[in-house]
């Protein structure tokens, strides 16, 4: 079953744009990151956000998390065409094992 | 490149057979898992390795089944293949310790006809 579910499911920009995606979750965590996919191959680790953070940043990425409402987000900042992909949360209750969501589509057009 | 290696890249099995796929986990890592991507779905974790022992498993039949050897690499095998099997199976690996980030292989496509 999928613990997180991404908002939007889809999500079409230009270049230069910032980019936003959301991910709720439904039981307590220890951890939650973002992944990205490209054309269906592996997944890249972009960022890891602990249960005792608020906000995290990696380069154009800012992760925020919010454990009362149990939702995060995820924010690229001046977007680039390479940032079209499928971005996925996944959160973490024992060690190591992700839950994942459904995903979201971003576009990012020249 | 995340030293994880997966293979084979792509596959196409009959239904009712049998298949193996293969993963070599990223070096000073002994945790390996395996997920199931169906299209346009998330990853769903299929089972965890550690030190050679099952250490957790998701909603799977028993004919998903696997193996980590002491060089922490892993198999995943799956018998009497249905069609629904069809999906990109990913291999992670990571240190088994709490906050960790995994690590991605680029997957196995399998293709069940």
């Known amino acids: 079953s999928q613990q997180g579910e991404e908002d939007p499911q889809a999500l079409s920009i230009q270049e230069g744009e910032n980019a936003t995606m959301n991910c709720s979750y439904k039981t307590s965590i220890n951890n939650l990151q973002w992944y990205r996919q490209n054309s269906g191959r592996g997944l890249v680790h972009l960022i890891l956000?602990?249960?005792?953070?608020r906000e995290k940043h990696s380069g154009r990425l800012r992760v925020t998390l919010d454990t009362s409402k149990k939702s995060s987000s995820l924010l690229i900042t001046a977007s680039r065409a390479a940032d079209t992909a499928s971005y996925f949360c996944?959160?973490?209750?024992?060690?190591?094992?992700?839950?994942f969501g459904k995903g979201t589509m971003l576009l990012v057009s020249p | 490149e995340t030293g994880v290696t997966q293979s084979p890249t792509h596959l196409i099995k009959t239904r009712g057979q049998q298949v193996t796929l293969r993963c070599s986990s990223q070096?000073?890592?002994?945790?390996v898992s395996w997920y199931q991507q169906a299209l346009g779905q998330g990853p769903q974790f299929i089972f965890q390795?550690?030190?050679?022992?099952?250490?957790g498993r998701g909603n799977f039949p028993p004919r998903f089944s696997g193996l980590q050897f002491p060089n922490y690499s892993s198999e995943l095998n799956v018998n009497a293949l249905e069609l629904d099997d069809s999906a990109l199976y990913l291999c992670?690996?990571?240190?088994?310790?709490?906050?960790?980030?995994?690590?991605f292989g680029q997957g196995t496509r399998l293709t069940v006809v």
């Open positions: 390795y550690y030190r050679e022992e099952e250490n």
């Open positions: 070096s000073g890592h002994n945790t």
């Open positions: 996944a959160t973490t209750e024992g060690y190591s094992t992700l839950t």
């Open positions: 992670a690996s990571s240190a088994n310790t709490v906050n960790t980030e995994a690590f």
């Open positions: 956000i602990r249960s005792n953070e």
